[in-house]
């Protein structure tokens, strides 16, 4: 797909910086390196410093000019990159000159990495990787960003692809041609095919959502008692005052988020309200969020008061199936009796690194249980395999091949989407509305 249109932004992240990126992808890449250095584009890959000038001439910074000729390049256009000195002025002086250039115009979000796409230069799962590169916040994050990039589902899916499409032919042929024509293996061939095709989607799904769980990091809510130091514990986990912290039994009200680094797994860690039976319409409100957010919870960590008699409300039947981590906190106050688990004092912070390990195991456990990296990192694959095992389940149920075949097809296709080998354009707009400027 050739566009006549030529685009450019700045790829650095915007404010005063040592030096800044803007790329330029289009047709007219090289006018603007000529126009704004003044010489035709360096050799291919090679940095060449020179004087930059503004439209009136006058020279605004000397800066690298890079020069990638299509197709080899991040978007298979001609694409030219400018690192300058990474003043707002410097940078808004380039732009300005670039702005001025006929055929020119600055990029939306996530444009270049769409005309990549569109001129073959990625799938849509390397697309994917490359904003999850960009929003990594943690290894765990970054390893399996890398891993898309690398193609693991992208490789994958076109295994399965591939697959189902001899099965498909198979099928075809066996609607083509008769009996006598074709060797009676040939249907049975297709249909041992899918059902193999079928139970390694299967398999992928059974994956507990960990890839997304990576991505978006793991849901960890922190209940219990009112006063058994939920808000101190969520503070000395974050490192800093996130919520308030009182001798008044009932101070959260509110599900109060923090997204943290725990081990290298991101974590989204809740402060909840002390469960009790409410004095009020607000505090019930509150008790009501926490037990949902207990609920919905990955991992929950339950905090008690060694010190004190447990008054809480009776929560444990929404805990049932949950993944609790019971942690008996004020080990610095006499205790009427000794508990089992983990122990904890807030106050002097003794056993704090030990709740944190046993944080970042339980994490560990729910994301990389199964040792095998997931390869479904977001809803839209997960979408995409459900729909195409459930048409694989539909055509071992058809007896007429004609019947099988459509199935087929509609697996085809819905592993098609997982990469874009079909229905490019529709997907192409959800994908890239989440991308920022100059990606
Ligand atoms: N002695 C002692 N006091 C603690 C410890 N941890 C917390 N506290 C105190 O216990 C009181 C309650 O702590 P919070 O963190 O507000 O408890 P909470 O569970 O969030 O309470 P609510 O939000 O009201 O449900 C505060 O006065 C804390 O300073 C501890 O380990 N030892
Ligand atoms: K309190
Ligand atoms: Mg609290």
């Known amino acids: 797909m050739r566009r006549d249109d030529t685009i450019f932004a700045t790829a650095s992240a915007p404010g005063r910086a040592g030096v800044a990126v803007v790329r330029v992808s ?247 309200a002390g469960l009790r039976a409410a004095a009020d319409h607000i505090e019930a409100e509150g008790v009501r969020r926490a037990l949902q957010r207990a609920e919905t919870a990955d991992l929950v960590v339950l905090v008690k008061d060694g010190s004190a008699p447990d008054n809480a409300l009776d929560y444990n039947d929404k805990l049932d199936s949950k993944t609790v981590l019971t942690v008996w906190n004020k080990a610095d106050l006499p205790w009427p009796a000794a508990q089992q688990g983990l122990t904890l004092s807030l106050q002097t912070g003794d056993g704090l690194q030990t709740v944190v390990d046993a944080i970042t195991a339980a994490a560990r456990d729910k994301l990389e249980a199964g040792g095998e990296a997931p390869l479904l990192t977001r809803a839209r694959h997960r979408e995409a395999l459900e729909e195409a095992a459930a048409a694989l389940a539909r055509a071992e149920t058809q007896d007429a091949p004609e019947l099988f075949a459509e199935d087929l097809r509609l697996a085809v296709r819905a592993i098609g989407r997982i990469t874009g080998r079909v229905d490019v354009e529709d997907l192409l707009d959800v994908i890239f509305r989440d991308f920022c400027i100059g990606k």
């Open 26 to 272: 289009g047709p007219a890449a090289r006018f603007a390196v000529q126009t704004v250095s003044r010489k035709a584009p360096p050799p291919p890959r090679r940095a060449a410093l020179r004087a930059l000038r503004s439209g009136a001439g006058e020279i605004f910074d000397r800066g690298l000019v890079l020069w990638f000729p299509a197709p080899d390049s991040y978007t298979g256009e001609d694409v030219a990159e400018f690192h300058i000195h990474g003043g707002r002025a410097v940078l808004a002086a380039l732009i300005e000159a670039l702005a001025a250039m006929p055929g020119l115009r600055a990029a939306g979000p996530g444009e270049f990495t769409r005309r990549g796409v569109e001129n073959g230069k990625l799938d849509l799962t390397q697309a994917e990787a490359i904003a999850d590169l960009v929003d990594a916040e943690t290894e765990a994050q970054r390893r399996q960003a890398l891993r898309q990039y690398d193609g693991a589902l992208a490789r994958c899916s076109d295994g399965w692809r591939t697959d189902l499409t001899k099965a498909l032919a198979w099928a075809e042929a066996a609607i083509d041609f008769s009996d006598e024509e074709l060797p009676e293996e040939v249907m049975a061939d297709a249909r041992q095919t899918a059902a193999v095709v079928k139970d390694a989607l299967i398999a992928q799904l059974g994956d507990a959502h960990r890839g997304e769980l990576v991505r978006e990091g793991l849901f960890v809510a922190v209940v219990g008692a009112p006063n058994a130091g939920k808000s101190s514990l969520v503070n000395a986990l974050a490192g800093r005052d996130v919520a308030i912290v009182s001798e008044t039994a009932g101070t959260t009200r509110d599900v109060i988020e923090v997204r943290l680094n725990l081990g290298g797994y991101a974590v989204v860690l809740a402060d909840t």
